[in-house]
């Protein structure tokens, strides 16, 4: 079966600081990847997605990027975060009709 | 572009009551999700739907895609406290695996008064 692995569940960064949060699935190839963030209590924001190794689709202009260095690996960066950076970060995934979520990633910039 | 609304945006039901949420699209899709998100987690799929008017059921769960394949719905029959949480539709286009860019409504915030 398919398993979806983010981390850190937690994160607290001062500002400034860079940003690597990872993201893994296993049980499948070649999946579609996205990142979303999330604001307390709001709406899911698509931040970046990717059909394919090397391949990245950005959906909102910001201090992130991300990158798909393996088939089944996402990772989101950022070289400096901002206070703005705070939030739930969620990585998914699909292949065709349904999506799954990692457990999320909660970002606290300080 | 593409507008995706999702209402209510908010409820408080009695524990017993049943519910209601949908969502309309300004496009169309050939596949609806919908998902639960509870505090702190990553959003759960609940019911994926596949064909223009197709009603499916997960329990107390009813889901319909609607038949001009730009809304759906979304019921819970009998509310309990546990069902408490966010829900999000999900509509998609998705062609034997190509990719398919997943976008969310905004949610519907269910808190069930005990």
């Known amino acids: 079966s398919q398993t979806i692995h983010q981390w850190p569940a937690t994160l607290v960064q001062p500002v400034g600081s860079p940003l690597s949060l990872e993201c893994t699935v296993e049980?499948?190839?070649?999946?579609?990847l996205y990142w979303y963030r999330q604001a307390a209590g709001r709406g899911l924001q698509l931040l970046f997605y990717?059909?394919?190794?090397?391949?990245i689709s950005s959906e909102v202009p910001q201090n992130l990027s991300a990158s798909r260095p393996q088939d089944r690996q996402f990772i989101l960066s950022s070289k400096k975060l901002l206070l703005s950076d705070s939030g739930f970060y969620l990585c998914?995934?699909?292949?065709?009709?349904?999506?799954?979520f990692g457990q999320g990633t909660r970002l606290t910039v300080v | 572009g593409q507008q995706l609304n999702q209402s209510p945006q908010s409820m408080f039901i009695q524990e017993g009551e049943d519910v209601s949420m949908n969502c309309t699209s300004s496009?169309?899709?050939?596949?609806w999700l919908w998902y639960k998100q509870d505090p702190g987690e990553g959003p759960v799929l609940l019911i994926a739907?596949?064909?223009?008017?197709e009603l499916t059921s997960n329990g107390r769960l009813t889901a319909q895609f609607g038949i001009t394949r730009k809304d759906s719905f979304l019921n819970i029959s009998a509310s309990i406290p546990s069902d408490v949480g966010i829900y999000f539709c999900?509509?998609?286009?998705?062609?034997?695996?190509?990719?398919?860019?997943?976008?969310f409504g905004k949610g519907t915030k269910l808190s069930v008064k005990p």
């Open positions: 998914a995934w699909d292949r065709g009709a349904e999506a799954f």
């Open positions: 049980g499948t190839s070649n999946p579609n």
């Open positions: 990717s059909v394919g190794i090397g391949q």
């Open positions: 496009s169309i899709f050939n596949t």
């Open positions: 739907l596949y064909k223009a008017g």
């Open positions: 999900a509509p998609k286009d998705h062609y034997g695996g190509s990719q398919g860019n997943l976008i």
